[in-house]
């Protein structure tokens, strides 16, 4: 299975007993949206809820950071994720928050896992059928978390990278919350960037349907903030959801897999000890 898998694919492989699907929706603050009623509305035929703020550490006021990988194990067992199962992940927007569930399968060791290009809206678009009211009730399975370390990068690492430029930073956010110049979703947060960090936003790796961009152009857009092949990487944005898109865009072009920062901007901006830039 590929990493991003087209309407049609998932509309021809829907139903077969290894293949799970789930809504991964996650709506900004300044949504005035709930996924989940969204989600009953109507969803793909046979999918789940997936919530990336209930699979994700309690222990910190930092939204979603990932969960450490017993309580990793134990959620996605509950969701009745097994390690012999697909599972392709979608979302009501078209390819925003369903990347971060795809990266967090793959942080606990399982490759099994995909994005649907274009997500909800692109089935839509295509008259595939739709569900609604709740999902199913899950079947408990047994699933073994296997800790990746290198795609999961911590305030630590970035401190260290911003100091010795040992990698390079990739920030999907908009460029203006890049710049300071847009205020951030977040009420009390500053905007701007970590020192040597290149702005990439999510969107300009999307086509106007909201499927991602053929490899070709991807890898160009990734020459163009300085991604030869050659640097580690290290992916940021608001609170390391659209990070995801970028991992994922990164894996789709050939390129290296980076690294995720969980706590992206929102832990760096409100850090007093950490450097901020902004370019007026």
């Avoid at 059928?129 to 911590?154: H, M, V």
């Avoid at 970028?246 to 789709?252: M, R």
Wanted: glycine share 10%; charged share 20%.
């Amino acid at each position: 299975m590929d990493n991003l898998v087209s309407t049609a694919w998932l509309a021809a492989e829907l139903g077969k007993p290894d293949l799970l699907v789930f809504d991964t929706t996650k709506y900004l603050p300044n949504e005035p949206k709930d996924a989940l009623a969204e989600f009953a509305a109507g969803h793909l035929p046979g999918a789940r809820f997936f919530d990336i703020d209930e699979v994700a550490d309690p222990e910190t006021e930092l939204p979603h950071m990932a969960p450490t990988p017993g309580r990793a194990a134990r959620l996605l067992g509950q969701l009745g994720i097994s390690n012999h199962h697909r599972v392709v992940f979608y979302d009501q927007k078209g390819l925003f928050s369903a990347a971060r569930g795809w990266w967090l399968l793959r942080l606990f060791g399982h490759e099994k896992a995909a994005v649907l290009d274009g997500g909800l809206p692109k089935w839509r678009a295509g008259g595939h059928p739709l569900e609604s009211g709740p999902a199913a009730p899950a079947t408990p399975q047994a699933f073994w978390a296997d800790f990746i370390a290198r795609r999961l990068a911590g305030i630590g690492d970035v401190k260290r990278i911003v100091a010795d430029g040992s990698a390079l930073i990739l920030d999907a956010r908009a460029k203006g919350r890049f710049d300071g110049t847009a205020p951030e979703p977040r009420p009390g947060l500053p905007s701007g960037h970590m020192p040597g960090a290149c702005s990439v936003p999510a969107t300009d790796l999307l086509a106007p349907d909201m499927t991602m961009l053929p490899p070709e152009q991807l890898r160009a857009r990734f020459a163009a903030a300085g991604v030869d092949g050659t640097r580690p990487l290290v992916t940021s944005c608001g609170t390391g959801v659209t990070a995801c898109i970028l991992a994922l865009g990164l894996v789709q072009a050939g390129l290296p897999e980076p690294a995720v920062y969980d706590g992206s901007w929102t832990e760096w901006a409100a850090r007093p000890e950490t450097p901020k830039q902004s370019t007026p």
